[in-house]
């Protein structure tokens, strides 16, 4: 049915939104004597010409337009009409119907960066979704149309004008089609403005610190002798030997005047400061040492497993966030369904990989310390630390989530996202990130598409693990023949 839809709206909004080849002109305003504008403009004449009055009695849902909206309409009307650059370019970067519609490309984004290149301050650029129902999943399945209209145009301003315009083109079709009487504009989203908020200020400067402090301590690492401390100074002295001195050329010298002489060499180390060598210890050598150096005890082959699964995981991840842009949507879906393929939809899978990984270092590493301090552990200090080693970093990353991210991703996938799980994610981090930081995310909320940073519930359910392996490996060790027989 949608794509029913989707091949019938070819024909009236090709109508609408149309453009021509300027690919051998020189410039826009070279282009405009050849710009196909007269279906635009019998759409838009009602709007600025003596039939206003006739077209809102006839289209009562244009009297639901905001009066500033509809305003700058009529401006764009007469825009167009005297041929001005500014408003070609923004009916040039409404979305338009593409090619290949029968292999799924229902995305129509239009020309993000050309609609606002006209007046950032001016237009908005929206993405609106044609569809006949306003459920999410079906909305999810539905086309995505760029449009590109006054600022003072909101989301349902451009629904109701989008609606206008489908009623207009169903009037002016010759044969009845059944599915327009259903087909609306909905769940339209916007390009809005992102102040700079106070949080983004603070991760700013606290990763601004980080690298202060990692290249401080990378240049005390390389070049002690800027500070002259951290290496080893010596300091040798010659006394006169005895008759019964033993005769060893590594610990004897002759002077000029031949006589032999002891030499005494003395080693003074200098200790460094603890400040310094705490700088040393973010120091990108060390950082580098610490992923790269084999440590005692360590099992060097779940390294590869690791890897692998990353590269399975990542792979995974690539496929199922461009479904959402494919261009051959369906292509993507038959090519899911070959051997290969199915190794990408069960990358999922290779969550398992890192907690049996996890399970088994944490499970040695305990054995270790329980067998070497006589079965004693410290309860309190093992948890304290898998805190701290996971949430500082975590909570860097969320904040620079919620504070940088709406700065440094535009462009319509945002809106797509926000549309397909029926609101802007960032909120849900600003309403939920206590139960990341908690590591109960996996529970709460209960409606998983409102999580905070829906790729984290595996740190929450990997810190729910830890919190139980340790009682159930300290059983092991104390009774390990009663344990090893329930197993």
């Not at 001016?122 to 760029?146: E, F, H, K």
């Not at 200790?271 to 060390?286: K, N, T």
């Amino acid at each position: 049915m949608q794509h029913q839809i989707s091949i019938r709206l070819t024909v009236f909004v090709g109508i609408i939104f149309c453009q021509s080849s300027c690919a051998a002109e020189t410039s826009l305003e070279k282009s405009l004597s050849s710009f196909p504008i007269a279906a635009i403009q019998n759409l838009l004449d009602p709007l600025h010409d003596g039939s206003f009055l006739n077209f809102t009695n006839d289209n009562p849902d244009i009297r639901r337009v905001s009066e500033p909206c509809l305003f700058d309409l009529v401006q764009l009307g007469k825009d167009l009409r005297a041929r001005k650059s500014s408003a070609v370019q923004m009916i040039d970067s409404f979305g338009k119907v593409p090619s290949g519609l029968i292999r799924g490309h229902l995305q129509w984004f239009g020309a993000y960066d050309e609609c606002l290149a006209v007046n950032k301050s001016s237009v908005n650029y929206c993405l609106t979704r044609l569809g006949s129902s306003d459920d999410l999943t079906a909305i999810q399945r539905s086309p995505a149309l760029g449009t590109c209209l006054p600022r003072t145009c909101g989301s349902n301003d451009i629904e109701l004008i989008v609606n206008v315009l489908i009623e207009a083109i169903a009037k002016l079709a010759k044969q009845s089609i059944p599915e327009l009487d259903t087909l609306r504009s909905r769940s339209t989203v916007c390009e809005l403005d992102n102040p700079w908020e106070g949080g983004a200020f603070l991760i700013m400067a606290v990763i601004a610190i980080f690298a202060v402090i990692c290249t401080f301590g990378s240049i005390l690492e390389c070049c002690p002798g800027v500070t002259r401390i951290g290496h080893a100074r010596r300091r040798s002295t010659f006394t006169r030997i005895v008759e019964d001195m033993e005769d060893d050329p590594l610990l004897t010298t002759t002077t000029e005047n031949g006589e032999t002489v002891k030499i005494d060499i003395e080693e003074e180390v200098v200790e460094e400061p603890l400040a310094f060598r705490a700088f040393q210890s973010f120091s990108f050598g060390a950082s580098w040492r610490f992923f790269t150096d084999e440590r005692p005890n360590e099992i060097p082959y779940l390294n590869g497993m690791l890897v692998a699964s990353v590269w399975w995981v990542l792979i995974g991840k690539e496929f199922s966030l461009g479904e959402l842009v494919y261009e051959n949507a369906y292509d993507y879906f038959d090519g899911m369904k070959t051997f290969l393929g199915q190794l990408i939809v069960s990358s999922y899978l290779a969550g398992d990989t890192f907690l049996l990984i996890s399970g088994l270092v944490l499970t040695y590493t305990i054995l270790g310390r329980l067998e070497r301090n006589g079965g004693r552990l410290n309860w309190a200090w093992l948890y304290i630390r898998r805190y701290l080693r996971l949430t500082p970093m975590y909570a860097v990353l969320l904040l620079g989530f919620v504070f940088l991210v709406p700065h440094v991703v535009d462009g319509p996938f945002p809106l797509l996202v926000g549309q397909d799980i029926g609101r802007n994610p960032i909120l849900f981090c600003k309403q939920y990130w206590w139960t990341n930081m908690l590591y109960i995310n996996n529970f709460v909320p209960l409606d998983t598409t409102q999580q905070c940073m829906d790729w984290t519930p595996f740190l929450a359910i990997e810190m729910q693990l830890f919190l139980i392996t340790p009682p159930l490996v300290f059983l092991l060790y104390k009774y390990v023949g009663q344990v090893h027989v329930c197993l």
